[in-house]
């Protein structure tokens, strides 16, 4: 399929990818009048939502999770769960009429080199002009499976936190989970409950655990309230909010940590909210160790140099973005693979791409995704041309 010069007032806006920053933006720009298409390489909205294990709910409340135009239902709870996230989702872009094309992945995003908007290549040979271009495909894309000496070695079974659905395989066996972050901790919790024999928590880093609610107060509260604070301040106080609220585990292996929680949070690294794991790690259900250094066939060894016999390891060891394909010639990468800019800005150079979706703020993604989808539409509808 051929380019279209059409003039750029003429052309829409393509949005790559149906999740929930991607149908957002589409939904304000529809509603401001602004021909946009959404491009899906999956069959369905909200592909990574559909792919979550079971037990997963939304670390931020309803209220603050809802996209623009449609609320999330009351009916849904405080916390949402992620069939109601997928549930959501299918009815925001039946809602908002929203043109969403599924099964086709964009591959290349360069300038038009014919006059002024964007080029797209995608599968199927087709080639797609647009006036501005959203990038939207997500935080959690491609999972990081770390490339561990050994690996291809290990006897047991070894799998990515993303390919793992609920604890039933896993009763009655022992399991190591790598990576103490909010998956980490929750499949930890989610397999003791499920009846594994055993679960231990390798951990590289210790994490900051704050309770989701304090007093029926939630943490995304407090987030929010503290995000535009200076971490010298905010680091003491949540120092000696953990202190008074969080039991001392460190006798169990769960220490506190010695960075404080917004330094840490500006360097990526949230804060785990409690769905169980102090409990299980108090009992010693969840057993934590050190971090995983290598493997030797049926063992894996942990950089204490000690030597573990699980029957499965779990990595929940993050993802990658994976934009290198898709804009790394353009220059609004920074060195992790991260766009240089989000929200309504577009990167120096690049005039009519905007990126959402690719931050992990304290004060919620969801939240955050909605605030940017505004802005990104007032911006667009303000620019008739890139």
């Not at 849904?76 to 086709?104: M, N, S």
């Not at 200076?230 to 010695?258: E, F, H, K, T, Y």
């Not at 990595?315 to 790394?328: I, K």
Request: proline share 7%; with cysteine; aromatic share 6%.
């Amino acid at each position: 399929m051929a380019a279209d010069p059409s003039p750029a007032h003429d052309l829409p806006v393509y949005v790559i990818g149906a999740g929930p920053g991607g149908l957002a933006v589409a939904a304000v720009l529809r509603r401001r009048g602004v021909r946009t298409v959404v491009l899906e390489k999956s069959d369905a909205v909200g592909a990574s939502w559909r792919r979550h294990y079971a037990r997963l709910r939304l670390h931020t409340t309803r209220r603050r999770s809802s996209l623009p135009g449609l609320r999330m239902p009351r009916s849904f709870g405080r916390w949402v769960a992620r069939a109601d996230v997928v549930r959501y989702l299918e009815k925001y872009a039946l809602h908002h009429g929203l043109d969403v094309v599924t099964g086709v992945e964009v591959t290349r995003v360069e300038r038009a080199p014919d006059g002024p908007g964007w080029l797209l290549h995608a599968t199927g040979g087709r080639r797609l002009r647009c006036r501005a271009v959203v990038v939207a495909t997500g935080f959690n894309h491609t999972p990081r499976l770390p490339d561990w000496p050994g690996r291809a070695s290990y006897g047991g079974e070894l799998l990515h936190a993303s390919g793992y659905r609920d604890a039933g395989p896993y009763a009655g066996k022992d399991v190591l989970v790598v990576g103490v972050g909010n998956t980490g901790a929750e499949i930890a919790v989610d397999l003791v409950e499920g009846g594994a024999a055993r679960v231990r928590l390798a951990i590289r880093t210790v994490p900051h655990i704050v309770r989701r609610t304090t007093a029926g107060w939630p943490a995304q509260s407090t987030a929010i309230l503290i995000r535009r604070l200076p971490a010298w301040l905010v680091d003491p106080a949540a120092a000696v909010l953990c202190r008074i609220s969080l039991p001392n585990l460190a006798a169990q292996g769960l220490p506190r940590p010695r960075t404080g929680l917004y330094t840490r949070a500006r360097q990526g690294a949230i804060p785990v909210q409690d769905v169980g794991l102090l409990d299980a790690v108090r009992k010693g259900l969840v057993e934590p160790v050190a971090a995983v250094e290598s493997f030797e066939h049926d063992k894996v060894v942990l950089t204490d140099g000690s030597r573990v016999s699980p029957d499965v390891v779990i990595a929940a060891t993050g993802y990658v973005r994976a934009l290198e394909g898709l804009v790394g010639d353009l220059g609004v990468l920074d060195a992790r693979g991260r766009p240089v800019v989000h929200g309504a800005r577009s990167p120096k150079g690049a005039p009519g791409l905007y990126f959402t979706g690719f931050t992990n703020p304290i004060s919620g993604m969801l939240r955050e995704m909605a605030i940017d989808a505004r802005r990104i539409g007032r911006r667009i509808a303000k620019s008739p041309a890139a």
